[in-house]
C-alpha cells in the first residue's frame, strides 16, 4: 500500500469509529504520525480527504458483497444477499450521510450524486435478470422499481428518525420494507425464493412491531 492508500483506510477507520464531526486534521495526522501539511499537499482540504475515505468505503462494501455471491447462481438469493449486506451495515452509512449532510453538504452531495448512478444501475441489472428467469411478473418495470426501492433506502438512511441507538430498528424497517415490496413483484417461483431466502438471511431480525 502507498502511503495515501494507508491514509485513506486510517481515516476511513477513524470516521466509523468516531463520526464524521469528531474526526480533525490533527487527529489523522497524529494517528498517521504524519504532518498536516503532507495531509494538506495530498488532498488539499479535509473535505476532499472524506471524500475518498467515504468512497474507500463504498468500494470495500462493493467488493466484499462480489465475494460473497461469487458462488451463488440463483439471481434472486444474489439480490437478496446484497441487499442484506447493505442493511446490515445500514447504521454506520446512514450515520455518516446525515452528519456530511449536516456538516459537510458539499461532499454529501458528491456521494450522493456518486450513489444514485450506481445504485440505481445495480438494482436495474438485479430486477432485470429475476424478471428473465421467472421470479418476477413480466409486467414489472424495472426502471420504477430500482428507483423507488433506491429513493426508500435513502430516504431512510438521512433519515433523522433512527439514531445510532436504534440500529436494530433500521435494519428491521430496512429489511421488512423491501423485502416485502420485492415479493410483492414475485411470481409464484420468485416468492418460494424471496421466502427461503428471508428465512436464511434474515431470520434473526426482530419484526417491527416486537421491537420496544
Known sequence: MTQKDIILERTMKMIIAQGVKSVRMDDIAQELSVSK???YE???DKEELLYQSIVLYVEQGNERRKQQVADIDNDMEVMILCLRDMITHAPVSSRMHRNLRRFYPKVFERLQQNAEVHHL???RQWLKKCVEAGYMTLTADCDFVAKVLSDSVQGIMVSDAYESRDAIGMISMMSYSLVI???GLCTVEGIAIIDACFDKY???IPAPDTLS
Do not use: Y
Open 37 to 39: 501539511r503532507t495531509l
Open 42 to 44: 495530498m488532498f488539499g
Open 121 to 123: 444501475s445495480t438494482l
Open 181 to 183: 415490496f420485492i415479493r
Open 202 to 204: 434474515f431470520g434473526n
